[in-house]
């Protein structure tokens, strides 16, 4: 995918007009058309707002990386001692196994912290289980106080019979 490509997929997806872009820019709508068309390029300036505007880095516009993490949000401060890419950096450093053992490590994390969640779906679910359970229940009850009263209706027309035949 070329850079403007790019571009337009990135304004696309967020519903932007290039209009926007180019007032962002102060540059005239027929640049901003260009940059799509692969006319032209940005100059570095340019690309620069252009990855701040869209919140993500520049290597994610120009195809050479697919992760769009912004640079504020990879200079988030995870401890005293690292950002989040500062422990990108680390991950990357890693051997393959240790690499496969941080990504079940995080995943089992990912999972705890969902539990919450989860629970408290299950918790609404049973719930509405209890009371479908409830309805069904006063349902059946019905039924038998109606399948009562018609035998009990049956038992009479049988003796009406009986006298009207007698």
Not at 8 to 21: A, V
Not at 63 to 69: F, I, K, P, S, V
Not at 134 to 147: D, G, M, Y
């Amino acid at each position: 995918m070329s850079f403007g490509e790019k571009l337009f997929q990135l304004r696309s997806e967020r519903g932007i007009y290039q209009k926007e872009i180019a007032e962002f820019l102060e540059v005239s709508v027929g640049t901003i058309s260009n940059y799509e068309n692969g006319v032209h390029s940005p100059d570095l300036e340019t690309l620069c707002k252009l990855a701040g505007y869209f919140h993500v880095t520049t290597d994610f516009m120009l195809e050479l990386t697919e992760n769009a993490t912004s640079m504020e949000k990879l200079n988030v401060q995870m401890s005293d001692e690292h950002t989040i890419g500062s422990a990108l950096n680390t991950m990357q450093d890693l051997s393959q196994p240790s690499r496969q053992q941080m990504l079940k490590y995080l995943s089992m994390v990912k999972t705890c912290e969902d539990m919450p969640k989860k629970n408290k779906i299950i918790s609404k679910q049973r719930q509405t289980i209890e009371q479908q359970n409830q309805t069904i229940n006063q349902q059946a009850q019905e039924i038998s106080r109606l399948k009562e009263m018609l035998h009990f209706q049956n038992g009479e027309e049988l003796q009406i019979q009986e006298v009207l035949q007698g």
